[in-house]
């Protein structure tokens, strides 16, 4: 324990699903009540509120949760970054506990998108009458599909296909990433969707965008989660049982993409998650051999793939080596998404860089019932949107 | 050179005898007899980027100068798109090419959606096609790309 230490002593996520029933503040209220109980605390002692969600970003949801459950006039920080966005509302918490602000604060994260289908940003293609320059390519006509896709499954397909072109992966190989993590998520209850399917089934399915079949996409969908951060000396003042369910924050990094030469055509999320990871373990003085579990960003079974090599969890190069070793399945030395991963779990944007930071505390607090990590103490989080934003933590149990 | 000169690059082709106008269906397309890709290239280092930028976002130097791009390179990454945006046809598949001499760019391989014909270095080649027609008579016209077995 070190003075500059900011610990989580509270964690929840709601389950993720489609709830018609629930608006957005219904489900962020549910999340944040549910941390502020689990830290055996009340809206009364926090200091900051840092709230995350992508597509109602213009909203001061954060403002519109104080009055769900509780009006303190603490500064209130509202906050979108791709798909980074809750981890990104977490950084924003630490920064006001790091810099003397506030010893406790409350970061939750939350999105509703119901049914709004895999190709989520694509609108209606419009007609035309008289070509006219447009933008900053002066476009005559949207360009989606005449000039490749930058649709999110061609990104991520692509950024696959790229891998696998230098390094010979199959496309049974980014198949079986989906196989483990529908397989892990029969025993999370907090999963979207938890069935599994057979490397065949998972081929077999219709094909969105090749590599990725339709259970290699993460589904669309609702939910919140939130977690309490205090500052070291805070914590020495809490009760026992609290500081025993502590988990130590031992890096906390947030990039964004630095130039490529191809960036500018196909989004990256190499670089960053690279430049994430070896920064997240220099400030832990942790290796990538020195995880227990890990939850990063499978937003499509490729992209999984390529972090077990961005995140040096694999020999580089080798990330179709490391899927067929079982190495990231929940028995193998680095487990991956044993929630299911956003592949099965679940993806409301704002709330997967919470929901995996939950993950991995529960976990470390030994209290993760039939999916548990036996004896876990160390555990990775990354998410990264496009384009760009990548979020890696690292946390540690408090023993 | 200024960077927004970008936006003269690519006029819209006239021809005297009345046949249809055409426009490129971006503007870092350039109809010439030959038609070729131009990046605004930057005076310092060389990076090259498809629309005006103020500075560098590699090395923030801020002057650029137009440079044509080769038409052949070799694919760097591909997807076969089945669910497709709407009113496109599909599937059919986009790939990302590494340009011979620099540069990298997004299209689509045109008459090929098996992705076994995709290996490692497969080269390709420019092409043109007109992908839409306005109410008057103005041709867009797209680029995309093409296998070229002769130089596998
Ligand atoms: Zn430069």
Redesign the interface.
Known sequence: MSSGDIWIIGASMTPFGRFADQDLIDLASTAAMDALKDAQTTMDQVGVLAMGNVYEANSHNGQRLQKQIGQTGIPVFNVVNACATGATAVRVAMMAIASGETDLGLAVGVEKMGKMGLLGGARKGRTKTEFTPNGRYGAVMKTEGILGTSLMPGVFAQAGTEYALRHGVSAEQFAKVAQKNHAHSVLNPLAQYRKEFSLAEILNAETISYPNTLPMCCPTGDGASAVVLVSDARLRTLDPDVRRRAVKISASVLTSDPWTESDQVQADINTLTRLAADQAYEKAGIGPEDLDLVELHDCFATAELLHYDNLRLCEPGGAGDFIDSGAPWRGGTTPVNVSGGLLSKGHPLGATGIANLYEVATHLRGEAGDRQVEGAKVGLTHVVGLASACAVHILEAAS | MEANAL?AA?PAVNDPSGTPTR??????LVLDEQPYIQAQCCNACG??????RNAC??CFATEFSPRRLAGTGK??????????????PA??M???VDLDG???????LLGVTD?QQ???GQRIKLETFT??V???G?E?I???YKMDGDEL
């Open positions: 936006t690519s426009v490129p269906v971006v503007d870092y990076a090259l980027y498809f629309d005006r976002a590699r694919v760097r990454a591909f997807t076969v798109v089945h669910r497709a945006a709407p009113n496109i599937p059919y986009s790939v990302v620099g540069g990298v760019i997004k299209s689509n992705p995709i290996k490692a992908a839409g306005d109410d008057d103005t867009a797209a680029f995309g």
